[in-house]
């Protein structure tokens, strides 16, 4: 009987090491942290990559599995690695972004991050969250469902990842740390990329692209993910019509739309069926920027490719939306409704015990060492976050003071007609402040855009969190008028929203998940320039509620 105990171990293990082929609950993956040529980008200059590759591997699960990726950092830079998306119930410490979660890993150093998929599928990704390194140290993340459970929606043909991303000729380090210095706004981008290649680039001899191979009929799901630093895009396809069918990894009421849009750090699932006549057919990725900022107009682009038909065939082209096209992304966000079945309910929080108003924008704070005598900086409720030193979850779950405080402002200080006239003090505060939550409080949030120096669109990301997106409007929030039409019944659900320009979004969670998680722009510039904060959520009522100690090997300052 032991023998056979002992036999059935080994089969078990060795079905883990091969969790592609064998259903396995345990994955394994390894992440080398390695810089790599990137020839395909005509530049001379290597980028870090994970495991050589750009975009980096897919990291595939399934609903209910435990993964372990160990990290090995081979580069010069300290690296730490996000599961954007991945809820991390109870398992902060393998949520990634440096400082705030962990110290990062310092060249040398490994680090395993372990972490169960709770209640999740769909499309997310990984990234990495320390400097400006995810430009190219990025993948996707595939949860299938439980074994034996369908999609809500008729089983595609095939499953293809398709990540959008943004490309520097210049190394990425060397355009932000220019931009710290001067206090200014960086270099835009030089191409947008699908798949790691880029549209035409001046200079840069184009390389073909991306190629998707359909056969007629047949229906693509095609996984988008917008791994880019800075823009927000539009995507497009000549010829056909695109069904949404599930947003950063929450399933949606299918709707059909010509045009997608995804800000950095959203996915989106997206049915393609071939039903056009056999040729080939422009695919597009180009920018959305509703405000007079600088941003990289090139279109990149790859192909849809029928089978059979002849090589030298025209492709069929598209006109992507204008850069301004506010109404096009109006249109798509607002058709976007949680599926709301019986076996994907929407769980909106219907009362309210923490009601938050938070705005977000831009300021300028004085500088002597910069070009202007002043810095650019961004802001939450008027505070630009100040990084510590050690993890904000290390000074949390050890109670070591003096790393951060909980007095992050709940609405602002000085309230004022966020998008009328500019003020005339344009200054922030600083500080490494945080708001504090009670274990399963409910939680409503406004996110305010400011004309600060300028209105713009913000896709802010929770950690840790999904959160239902019960409203959103021009100009100033009216707490009286706005809530009466807030949707309590099948909001959409995600992790990442765009707060309009010139405008408000409220949103909607429950407090359930213990730890300290980190909320900020998804454009890195804004990151960077602080706009975050972080929510240290206490823990509830015994180990079920609590948050886990810290691994062994979780990495030092
Ligand atoms: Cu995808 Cu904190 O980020």
Redesign the pocket.
Known sequence: MATWIRFLAVVALLACLFPAMIECRIRHYKFNVVLKNATRLCSTKPIVTVNGHFPGPTLYAREDDTVLVKVVNHVKYNVSI?W?GIRQLRTGWADG?AYITQCPIQPGQSYVYNFTITGQRGTL?W?A?ILWL?ATVHGAIVILPKLGVPYPFPSPHEEVVFILGEWWKSDVEAVINEAIKSGLAPNVSDAHTINGHPGPVSGCLSQGGFNLQVEAKKTYMLRLINAALNEELFFKIAGHKLTVVEVDATYVKPFKTDTVLIAP?QTTNILLTADARTGKYLVAASPFMDSPIAVDNVTATATLHYSGSVSNVATKLTTPPPINATKVATNFVNSLRSLNSKQYQANVPLTVDRNLLFTVGIGVNPCSTCVNGSRVVADINNVSFVMPTISLLQAHFFNISGVFTDDFPGNPLNPYNYTGVQPANLRTMTGTRLYRLAYNSTVQLVLQDTGMITPENHPL?L?GYNFFVVGMGKGNFNPKKDPKSFNLVDPVERN?IGVPSGGWVAFRFRADNPGVW?M?C?LEIH?TWGLKMAFVVDNGHGPGESLLPPPSDLPEC
Do not use: E, K, L
């Open positions: 996000h954007h972004p990704w990234h969250h995810r750090g990301h950690h990442t980190f900020h998804h990151t």
